[in-house]
């Protein structure tokens, strides 16, 4: 049965529902979270989303001529010079794992799915960007006849995670990409590859059927009539595009959204005219 998702239009509504259905997490039992910019997207990895056809794409064992397998053998091949020393530090078994989280950091489409033990960050990637307009041509349950649909964060709630030593130790788990620890859905810690995996508290899901949809136990929505000042909201605590993509295009993307609300500056959106003096009228002596 799927979560009825809970309305939250301000970051303390948020925050109060996260305290009051979640709870503090551990680090040995998690609590995840990931924001959807439309309410209406399935939580599935990129390997199972068009233009990938699940479940012929997906790996099923060390042989087969799977999209998944495949892209994942040429980027190994392709990086093998630009990969960390760390990598291969390990077994051969612990470095295929580590190669896919590397391949998934940077873009390829593989089994896992990015999410967050931070519920701000989860909420961040939410509401960036501009709302989704609905598809559907009728007054659908994501966008009440707005034309636009509302955001969500999922979240899973305390939930085991592990590590690519402990996924590696069980012996049913083939090198990457093949998960086979049952039918659950597993939160896989990926080591600090750079400043945005610890800025993100990054996790990731991993499962033995990745195309089948993850069920959250908890959905957040946010009208999307209300992103725009949630997204305010956070900027006032620090979560922005700039401290959670610490690097150059990080700092950018927050100039470029940030300055449009700006006041004293000139030439933006805001801008608003000068009143000009009207002219005094000329009268005869």
Known sequence: MKAKP??????????DIVRSRVGAPTLDRVSAYRGHRDAAWKLVPTIARDPFRA???????????SAERIILLFFNSFSASMMPPWVSAGTEKEASWLRLIVAQHHGLPTRLLD????????????????????????????????????????????????TVSSLVSKSVN???????????????WPPHLDARVAAQSSIFTVR??????????????????????VLRELEHVGV??????????????????????????????????????????????
């Not at 809970?6 to 925050?15: D, K």
């Not at 089948?212 to 908890?218: F, G, N």
């Open 6 to 15: 809970i309305c939250a239009t301000t970051l303390h509504e948020f925050t």
């Open 55 to 65: 479940p012929r794409a997906i790996c099923r064992n060390d042989k087969d001529q």
């Open 115 to 162: 999410w967050t033990t931070n519920p701000l960050v989860g909420l961040f990637f939410a509401l960036e960007g501009d709302a989704q307009k609905c598809t559907i041509g009728r007054i659908c349950t994501w966008c009440r006849g707005s034309g636009k649909h509302d955001s969500a964060v999922s979240v899973l709630k305390d939930r085991r995670g592990f």
């Open 174 to 188: 083939g090198n990457a990409p093949l998960y086979k620890y049952g039918d659950e859905v597993g939160l896989l």
């Open 208 to 229: 033995r059927r990745p195309e089948a949809e993850i069920e959250p136990d908890l959905v957040i929505t946010v009208p999307h009539a209300a992103r725009d000042g």
């Open 240 to 285: 922005t595009k700039r401290t959670l993509f610490p690097d150059l295009d990080g700092i950018a993307a927050y100039l470029r959204w940030s300055c449009r609300n700006w006041e004293h500056i000139t030439g933006i959106g805001r801008d608003r005219p000068r009143a000009t003096r009207r002219p005094r009228r000329l009268t005869s002596s």
